[in-house]
């Protein structure tokens, strides 16, 4: 077995342990009540930020997160203005970039890229979305808001609405509430626009209960947490088969109307129309709280990853298999060929390194 050692990265929450997310979150409400205490606590260091797809919250609480804490940022937000625009990959980007930068945030479009740049980078590497699969700095965010909200993350039921196929932040959020106890999920969505496989694989194997229903009427009378989604136009491979399924949840007045006293309504952003505007003044409406929470949750880790007392993990735990392709067309191995085509597991189904999806060994 192979074991890759480098920096401190955050690539998907669920390799660390639950002890090290309490911690962080524990830091990120001390911050959230006094952040002047932290003003210079970066001082002289320097964070990049690469973001190779369209981001408001997570880029701009990233840098004023660095900046609140004395540091500074370098970066790009649209890689036709660096040499990405001139074919560079993945690897040379992000090799020069973390030998400028302390360290570097990263969000791109494809599966499993951050961990291919991580693989060779010489500073920390925090995932700030890949594509369609991973956003574990937005669950930091999401945990934070359920802890100051609801003020537990265990014996909820969590309704998880619109485009659970391609929503990361649903994905991250569902690993996540998965190690804690007694949580119920309740997937609503059309069947086109259903949790992927490999997420669903993680509920049952937790034991943990879930419905999947195509009814938000039905379903939010039931729920202490509604988890909102934008359709994910973006990632859909024709217009046409967007357009089928734009608009298909609307939470409004009349529907927040049959929810609990008590529910809350969370949502990543941006929203389009999945949130009827009336529903902001609702006391019940989190979204723009927790899109602040998300500044604190983001101060406290870059905190802990220039922490020199964290320990590294291993990037990569299963090892290489030369000839054997990942299934999934969307990996990254497909598009950046030289990548090593690193699997986990043993026997006749293994698991990309990079994107998680299942490949069978013939
Ligand atoms: C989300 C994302 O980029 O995945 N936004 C965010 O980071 N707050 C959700 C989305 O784009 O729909």
């Not at 943990?208 to 947490?225: F, N």
């Not at 008590?262 to 899109?291: C, G, N, T, W």
Request: glycine fraction near 8%; charge should be negative; charged fraction near 25%.
């Amino acid at each position: 077995m192979s074991c890759i050692y480098n920096n401190l990265n955050l690539i998907d929450l669920n390799d660390y342990p639950v002890a090290w997310w309490e911690k962080l979150l524990e830091l990120g409400h001390k911050i959230s009540l006094d952040p002047s205490a932290y003003s210079e606590s970066c001082k002289g260091k320097i964070m990049g930020t690469l973001f190779y797809e369209p981001s408001t919250r997570t880029q701009m609480s990233f840098q004023t997160a660095m900046l609140r804490l004395g540091g500074t940022i370098i970066g790009f937000d649209n890689p036709a203005t660096s040499s990405v625009a001139k074919g560079e990959n993945i690897k040379d980007t992000t090799k020069i970039v973390s030998g400028y930068a302390d360290i570097m945030v990263m969000r791109h479009p494809t599966a499993g890229s951050v961990k291919a740049a991580a693989l060779t980078a010489d500073c920390p590497v925090i995932n700030a979305g890949d594509g369609g699969h991973l956003h574990p700095t937005q669950t930091l965010t999401d945990l934070l808001t359920l802890r100051e909200e609801k003020g537990r993350l265990d014996g909820l039921t969590i309704g998880c609405c619109g485009d659970l196929k391609n929503g990361r932040t649903v994905h991250s959020l569902i690993k996540a509430m998965s190690c804690f106890k007694n949580n119920k999920f309740v997937l609503i969505s059309t069947k086109e626009l259903a949790l992927p496989a490999y997420i669903k694989d993680v509920l049952s194997a937790g034991g943990h209960s879930y419905t999947e229903v195509s009814s938000l009427d039905e379903a939010v009378g039931t729920l202490d947490v509604l988890y909102m989604t934008r359709i994910q136009q973006e990632r859909f491979s024709s217009k046409e088969e967007y357009e089928r399924q734009k608009g298909c949840y609307i939470l409004d007045n009349k529907k927040m109307a049959m929810a609990k006293k008590d529910m809350i309504v969370m949502h990543p952003l941006p929203r389009v129309d999945e949130i009827a505007v009336e529903v902001d003044s609702d006391d019940r409406a989190a979204y723009f709280k927790q899109a602040k929470y998300g500044m604190y949750i983001r101060m406290a880790l870059i905190l802990t990853m220039l922490d020199k007392d964290q320990k590294p993990l291993p990037v990569i735990t299963g090892r290489e298999h030369k000839h054997l392709i990942c299934s999934n067309p969307g990996c990254i191995t497909h598009k950046e060929t030289y990548l090593p085509h690193y699997f986990r597991g043993e026997g006749t189904l293994l698991e990309c390194e990079y994107c998680d999806e299942r490949t069978l060994v013939e």
